[in-house]
């Protein structure tokens, strides 16, 4: 399967069409009246769901059983203001390495750029990554998981614990990247690099 928005998502029609990659037509299969634009569509991994962040803030979750609307998410920090800042109409939302969790970055910039990890069996935020001070555009997860150790307890009693990690990096509009490690539990921020304003302030290198 494959979706799309009606020429770009920044259609009037406020539509997603579904087709069969396996098919031979090239009409599509489904067709789902979002009633407002999508910023972003990405795959359940296990073809379960369909999610999309819409243009109000929050995420759809279909079931592609049915195509009805399993879950819908709202990411509004404050959630009785209705008028969503927003600079811009597309974003990249993903899937974790190990499926476990959905990524999607919040649109309400009023506040703080952030992005929210959502669990897949409870579709409930389990935790948030707050980025700069520019909004976040791209979720992107590196396609390996990865074995590493991580220190739990505090002072004398730390107990070095064997996990399995995702890594991802998130981009925003400034060029910022940073990069992310998320296991059951645990998160860290590995690295985040200069932006090409601060690059040009500090005349580093465009290696940086």
């Not at 819908?72 to 190990?98: A, T, V």
């Not at 969790?101 to 992005?115: A, G, I, N, Q, Y």
Request: charged residues 25%.
């Amino acid at each position: 399967h494959t979706a799309q928005i009606v020429g770009s998502v920044r259609c009037v029609q406020e539509t997603v069409y579904i087709w069969n990659l396996s098919s031979k037509e090239q009409h599509p299969e489904k067709v789902i009246k979002a009633g407002i634009q999508m910023c972003g569509l990405t795959w359940d991994p296990y073809d379960k769901y369909l999610a999309g962040l819409s243009l109000d803030n929050e995420v759809i979750i279909w079931s592609t059983d049915s195509w009805e609307v399993k879950r819908k998410i709202n990411l509004s920090i404050d959630k009785g203001y209705s008028n969503i800042h927003c600079k811009r109409n597309q974003r990249r939302i993903e899937w974790s390495s190990d499926f476990f969790f959905l990524f999607t970055p919040s649109l309400d910039e009023r506040k703080m750029p952030f992005v929210c990890c959502i669990d897949r069996h409870e579709f409930e935020v389990k935790s948030v990554f707050v980025g700069s001070a520019s909004s976040i555009n791209c979720i992107k997860f590196s396609k390996q998981l990865y074995k590493t150790v991580i220190n739990k307890g505090k002072a004398k009693n730390v107990e070095q614990v064997r996990v399995i990690a995702s890594v991802f990096c998130t981009g925003d509009a400034d060029g910022n990247i940073s990069v992310w490690m998320k296991s059951h539990g645990e998160s860290c921020l590995l690295y985040t690099s200069p932006s090409p304003r601060d690059r040009q302030k500090y005349r580093m290198p465009s290696s940086a």
